[in-house]
C-alpha cells in the first residue's frame, strides 16, 4: 500500500505534522516509534539501555516491514531510520517520503527536555549538529518531497505537505458507461493492483494475459500483489510481443489457457500490457463463458492514454485490422506511469502523437497546456507525463461516455487516421510507425480544416512545432497523390470508397465530414509535394 512516510530529525514535527496530515487525508495515523515500544513493551531510551543502538534499530526496520504491509496510512518515522540501506530502499518502494527539514538549534528549541532522547546525553547541541550533519545527504536521498519547516507552525506545514503530495497523488477518473468503472492513475502503483481487484470484484481467481517483453518486466509484481490480497493466480499466459499476436487463432489459445487454468465465471482476466494486449485479453474476456470481467493494466502511452478505455475489444482478420470484436467495458483500469520508464523511444514517440490528437480535440487551453509541458514532457518529466495521461484519460472518458458503441461523437478519436491509414497500408505496415503515420496525419486534417472550415493556418505551425519539441518522428516519404487516394478509398471507415475526415472548425470542435474530391485531390497533391511542410 502506497503510504505517506515522513522523515527528519528529531524536533521536525513529524508526529504533530502527521496528525494534522492524517485528518486532512482522512488515513490513519501511524507514530513508528509508539510501535516499537508496544511491541517491545518499554518505552525508546530502555530499548537504547538494554539492547543499544543495534537492538534499536532491528526493532525499528522490523516495524517499517510490518508497517509498510498494512493499509495505506501516514506513518512519522524516528530521525534514524533512514540510517540503513534496507529501510530507504523499502521507504521509498511502499509510499511517498516526506523530509521535513529542521536546524539543529530549532530542532532543541522545540524540543526542550532532551531526557527521553538517548542520542542527545552529554552536549546536547554539539552532539545534534554533528548527528545531523552525518544524516542530511540520507534524508536528502530517500525523500522524495522536502519541506522546510523553519519558522512554520505545524499547519503551515501539513499544508505545504498536502500540496507536494497532490503532485503525487493517485487520480481517480470516472468513466461513465453502462457498467462505470474507474481509471486509476499514478506512479508505482502496480503492487496496489491486488487489494483493488480483490475489494472490488472478489473474484475467485485471476488469468494474467501479457506478452514476453511486459512478462519479463511486470509479471512477478502483478501476481505477487494479487496473491498478497488473496487473489489466486490460475495462469499467467503469454503471447509473442507485437500486433502479428492480435489475432482470430491466438485468441482461441488464450480462450484453452483460460479453461484449463479452470478460470471460473466468476474469475477475471487481468490484460497486462499495451495495446494488443489490451484488445486481444479484453476480447477473450468478452467471449470466455459469455463474458467474465476484464482489469485493464496498460504499459504503453498509446495504452495508458488511448486504447485501454472506453471497452473496444478487437482481433484482426487476414482482411484487415480490427474486424472482428465487441465492446467489452474493463471493469478497472490501472494505469502505473512507473512502467513507462521501459518504455523504447519508438513506442513513446507514437504515443506522443495520439497526445497531441487529444489535445487538438480536447480544446485551446489543454493544447496551451501541451505545449508548455512539451520539453518536459519529451525528457517524461514524470509530473508531465502524469498530465499529459490525465488530459488524454479525462478527454476519452467524456467521449465514452457520451457514445458508449462508438455511433457518433466517438468517431472524432479518428483525428488524423484518414490520412494516417492510407499511408501506413501505402507502406505495407511495416517501415513507419503508428505514431508517425498519426502525426502526418493530423497536419494534413489540419491543412484540410484551413481549406474547408477556415480554420486558421496558425494551428497547423503551431502543431508542427510541438511535434518537433515532443520528439515525435514523422514521416519523409511521400506517395503520389492519387495513390493515396485509392488507398484512401480501401479504408474500411469509408463508406462507399468515399472517405470521412474528422476536420476541427476551431480548437476543441470537430466536425466528421467527407470532402468534395476536387478540394480532398488539391491538398492531397500540396502534401504529396510538401507544399505546405515549413522550412
Ligand atoms: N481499443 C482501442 O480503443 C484502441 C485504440 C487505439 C489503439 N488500439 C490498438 O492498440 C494496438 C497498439 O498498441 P501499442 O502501441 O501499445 O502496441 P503494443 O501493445 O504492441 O506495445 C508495443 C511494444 O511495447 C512493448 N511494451 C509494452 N509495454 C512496455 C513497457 N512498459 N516497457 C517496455 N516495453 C513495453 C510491447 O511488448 C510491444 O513490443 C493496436 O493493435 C491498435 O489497434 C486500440
Known sequence: ??????????????????????????????????????????PVRRIFETSGEEG?????????????????AVVACGGGIILREDNRHLLRTSGTVVYLAVSAPEALARIGDVSGRPLLVGDAKGMATSILDARLSLYRVTAHHTVDTHGRSAEEVAEEVARALGSHEDRVIPVAT????????GRDILSDLGSRVASLLRPSSAVVITDAVVAELFSATVEASLAAAGVPVSAVLTVPPGESSKTWARAGELLDGCVASGLDRGGVVVALGGGVIGDLAGFVAAVYMRGVPVVQVPTTLLAQTDSAIGGKTAVDLPGGKNLAGAFWQPSLVLADTATLDTLPDAEWSNG????????????SDSLARLEKAAPHLAVRDEAAVRDAVEMCVRHKASVVSGDERDAGVRESLNLGHTLGHAIELLAG???????????????????????????????????????DTLGVRRVDRRW????????????????????R????????????????????????????????RRA
Open 501 to 532: 475526415f474528422v476536420l476541427l472548425e476551431e480548437l476543441g470542435r470537430s466536425t466528421v465530414m467527407e470532402v468534395d474530391e476536387e478540394t480532398l485531390m488539391r491538398a492531397l497533391l500540396a502534401w504529396s509535394r510538401q507544399e505546405r
Open 56 to 72: 534499536f534499530r532491528a526493532a525499528e526496520e522490523r516495524a517499517l516491514h510490518a508497517i509498510s504491509e498494512q493499509p495505506r
Open 1 to 42: 500500500m502506497s503510504h505517506v512516510y515522513l522523515i527528519g530529525f528529531m524536533g521536525a514535527g513529524k508526529s504533530t505534522v502527521g496528525e494534522l496530515l492524517a485528518r486532512r487525508m482522512g488515513l490513519p495515523f501511524v507514530d513508528l516509534d509508539a510501535e516499537i515500544e508496544r511491541e517491545a513493551g518499554m
Open 429 to 467: 505496415f511495416s517501415g513507419i510507425a503508428h505514431g508517425e503515420a498519426v502525426a502526418e496525419g493530423l497536419v494534413f486534417a489540419l491543412a484540410l480544416s484551413h481549406d474547408v472550415l477556415g480554420m486558421p493556418d496558425a494551428v497547423l505551425a503551431r502543431v508542427e512545432s510541438l511535434l
Open 178 to 185: 453502462d457498467r462505470s468503472y474507474e481509471v486509476i492513475l
Open 480 to 499: 503520389p497523390a492519387d495513390e493515396v487516394r485509392h488507398a484512401m478509398s480501401r479504408d474500411k471507415k469509408s463508406s462507399s470508397g468515399r472517405p
Open 352 to 363: 506522443l502523437a495520439e497526445v497531441v490528437k487529444t489535445a487538438l480535440l480536447a480544446g
